[in-house]
């Protein structure tokens, strides 16, 4: 059986969850540069949730894969230096399977037909089966093949063809006299015995199916042509009778004593979180590892859980704990390029991090390719066109800059694209919400924030037309109560963006929200809605207006609770 290749281990290049369609095109154009400015490591671009129908639109026009999903980069099994031991035949003996654990200090082997796992055998089932060697029928109840027993016994065949042939009878002992011998033997018995050639013609007259001359005797010539007559093998082997009288139970195969039920395995993708759990609530010390499709791989063991290598991360268009993918604190994070406000994010060693106040990170990958003078391919191009022009809005966001205008406008020609043209028919593509959940619009481009004690989320969709604009707001609107419950939030906010007049309709939900917003951006929410005109950016417009908000609302109740305090005193 070959071993299985080893699994290879990835950067994973990624951005934040409810990933928009920076987050999704510098996952896949900063992965393509690192892979040609870094040619001794693989990087890969993922992402950590669902796209949006804007970036769908995107990957299609510039046919550009999905990049795979990672819901949770917590270790896995596939992340551990498991061994990667190839299974062996259910038809395998009994005393090879031993000398192979014995020879490569393992207690467990795995059984497989192809790489579909069928069992396991332990050293404890083993020792089991040498234990109890009383049972003279086993070799037939166990469908021995003649081979194994030839193999285990290291023996010559003298006389039958053994191909195919299993064991069809007990195992005796030639010790007797002829007479005792004939009293004793069945058909198709396998007959041990030395040099008495008075006793290998009276196994042979009894149909024994199967002679074994120890110590390497001689068989004479009629002994050989009655046995062809007879259809009855006859083996040699250089074991002294007690000999192989013990070894000869060991040719079973082991597929009759392997464990087929209820076996415990792990997937690749297993966390390793609760194959530690498993582990030490049991007493194997070896367990199968199988790939996603079933497949065998190899075994682990506790041992082979302290070699973890951590999934390695670049993160791309965010650098906050609430915004990254789960299991962040269980990885190792090697770079950050991004372009919103630096939030504490603790990492275990330094890391490169690039944040530029651009309206975009894409506009950061495109320096970066400029400055390690890597060529642009149009697809690429085209990937992070798309991103600057959602990010600024086709350049109408405050956060815009014109080092985002110029990437934009080069990158279109080396994509072949008419900037206009093709940025109104991405937001067209992206504003259209027919066949969508509330849940799908409004996790299309949504992040949480924290504030003080105060947690709020804040999505955000663009739109070229009224029709579907308004279409996103009558279906997400009754789902911002439902949000608030499931993610445990103070507030949700939902912005509503109107490219073409650069005006908000900001949609609220939670005690207090409307009183945020009004102080926020000086307005008259109505009906947990404000109309706030020329604001267009979350990253610029919003956030820092509502943490504002937010943070002299908590102020003034600190200090009449304060005050509260002192009159009682």
Same mark, same amino acid.
């Given at each position: 059986?070959?071993?299985? =290749?080893?699994?290879?281990?990835?950067?994973?290049?990624?951005?934040?969850?409810?990933?928009? #369609?920076?987050?999704?095109?510098?996952?896949?154009?900063?992965?393509?540069?690192?892979?040609?400015? &870094?040619?001794? %490591?693989?990087?890969? =671009?993922?992402?950590?949730?669902?796209?949006?129908?804007?970036?769908?639109?995107?990957?299609?026009?510039?046919?550009?894969p999905v990049p795979q999903l990672y819901t949770d980069v917590s270790p896995q099994v596939r992340d551990v230096d498991f061994?990667?031991?190839?299974?062996?035949?259910?038809?395998?003996?009994?005393?090879?399977?031993?000398?192979?654990?014995?020879?490569? *200090?393992? &207690?467990?082997?795995?059984?497989?037909? +192809?790489?579909?796992?069928?069992?396991?055998?332990?050293?404890?089932?083993?020792?089991?089966?040498? $234990?109890?060697?009383?049972?003279?029928?086993?070799?037939?109840?166990?469908?021995?093949?003649? *081979?194994?027993?030839?193999?285990? !016994?290291?023996?010559?065949?003298?006389? +039958?063809?053994? &191909? +195919?042939?299993?064991?069809?009878?007990r195992v005796i002992i030639g010790a007797g006299s002829p007479e005792q011998m004939e009293k004793a033997i069945s058909k198709g018995d396998i007959v041990i015995l030395a040099n008495r050639a008075e006793g290998q013609l009276a196994a042979i007259e009894m149909n024994a199916g199967c002679i074994v001359v120890c110590v390497g005797s001689q068989v004479s010539r009629s002994i050989c042509m009655l046995a062809q007559e007879k259809d009855c093998i006859i083996l040699r082997t250089d074991y002294d009778t007690y000999a192989a009288g013990q070894l000869i139970t060991q040719a079973a195969p082991i597929r009759h004593y392997m464990v087929s039920k209820d076996l415990l395995t792990f997937r690749l993708n297993s966390p390793v979180e609760d194959a530690t759990k498993i582990m030490a609530s049991v007493r194997h010390r070896y367990f199968p590892v199988l790939d996603n499709d079933g497949a065998y791989l190899g075994v682990v063991s506790r041992r082979n859980l302290l070699n973890l290598h951590k999934?390695?991360?670049?993160?791309?268009?965010?650098?906050? %704990?609430?915004?990254? /993918?789960?299991?962040?604190?269980?990885?190792? /994070?090697?770079?950050?390029?991004?372009?919103?406000?630096?939030?504490?994010?603790? #990492?275990? +060693?330094?890391?490169?991090?690039?944040?530029? =106040?651009?309206?975009?990170?894409?506009?950061?990958?495109?320096? $970066?390719?400029?400055?390690?003078?890597?060529?642009?391919?149009?697809?690429?191009?085209?990937?992070?066109?798309?991103?600057?022009?959602?990010?600024?809005? $086709?350049?109408?966001?405050?956060?815009?800059?014109?080092?985002?205008?110029?990437?934009? %406008?080069?990158?279109?020609?080396?994509?072949?694209?008419? !900037?206009?043209?093709?940025?109104?028919?991405?937001?067209?593509?992206?504003?259209?919400?027919s066949g969508k959940t509330a849940e799908e619009i409004f996790n299309s481009d949504y992040k949480i924030f924290t504030c003080g004690d105060t947690r709020f989320g804040v999505g955000q969709g663009s739109y070229m037309s009224e029709r579907n604009r308004k279409a996103s707001e009558a279906l997400v609107g009754p789902y911002l109560e439902i949000a608030l419950d499931k993610q445990q939030l103070d507030y949700a906010f939902y912005m509503f963006t109107d490219v073409r007049t650069s005006t908000t309709e900001l949609l609220m939900a939670g005690p207090g929200a409307e009183q945020v917003a009004e102080r926020a951006f000086d307005a008259q929410p109505r009906d947990g809605m404000a109309v706030l005109p020329g604001v267009v950016s979350r990253k610029k417009q919003l956030i820092p207006a509502l943490m504002t908000a937010i943070k002299d609302m908590e102020t003034e109740k600190t200090n009449a609770a304060d005050f509260g305090r002192f009159l009682d005193n």
């Open positions: 059986m070959v071993s299985q =290749p080893a699994i290879s281990h990835d950067i994973k290049v990624i951005g934040h969850r409810n990933p928009d #369609t920076d987050s999704i095109c510098a996952a896949i154009a900063y992965s393509r540069l690192k892979n040609q400015v &870094d040619t001794e %490591r693989s990087y890969k =671009p993922c992402r950590a949730g669902s796209l949006n129908r804007e970036t769908e639109f995107v990957l299609q026009h510039f046919q550009t061994r990667r031991r190839a299974g062996v035949d259910g038809e395998t003996s009994i005393r090879k399977a031993w000398i192979a654990m014995r020879d490569e *200090q393992l &207690d467990t082997l795995c059984i497989v037909d +192809g790489d579909e796992l069928k069992g396991l055998i332990t050293v404890k089932d083993i020792a089991t089966v040498n $234990m109890d060697t009383l049972d003279t029928h086993i070799l037939e109840k166990a469908g021995t093949s003649y *081979q194994n027993i030839v193999e285990t !016994l290291n023996a010559e065949v003298l006389v +039958g063809n053994i &191909d +195919g042939r299993t064991v069809q009878g999934k390695q991360l670049i993160l791309v268009d965010h650098n906050e %704990r609430s915004q990254a /993918v789960e299991g962040l604190d269980k990885a190792e /994070v090697l770079e950050i390029i991004d372009h919103h406000r630096i939030n504490p994010l603790v #990492t275990d +060693g330094p890391v490169y991090f690039r944040n530029v =106040p651009v309206g975009c990170t894409c506009t950061i990958v495109y320096q $970066m390719y400029r400055e390690y003078g890597v060529d642009i391919d149009p697809s690429t191009a085209g990937l992070m066109l798309s991103a600057i022009l959602s990010d600024t809005l $086709m350049f109408r966001s405050p956060t815009c800059t014109a080092a985002d205008q110029r990437a934009a %406008r080069d990158l279109a020609g080396i994509a072949g694209v008419d !900037l206009e043209e093709y940025a109104d028919a991405m937001f067209e593509a992206g504003g259209d919400v």
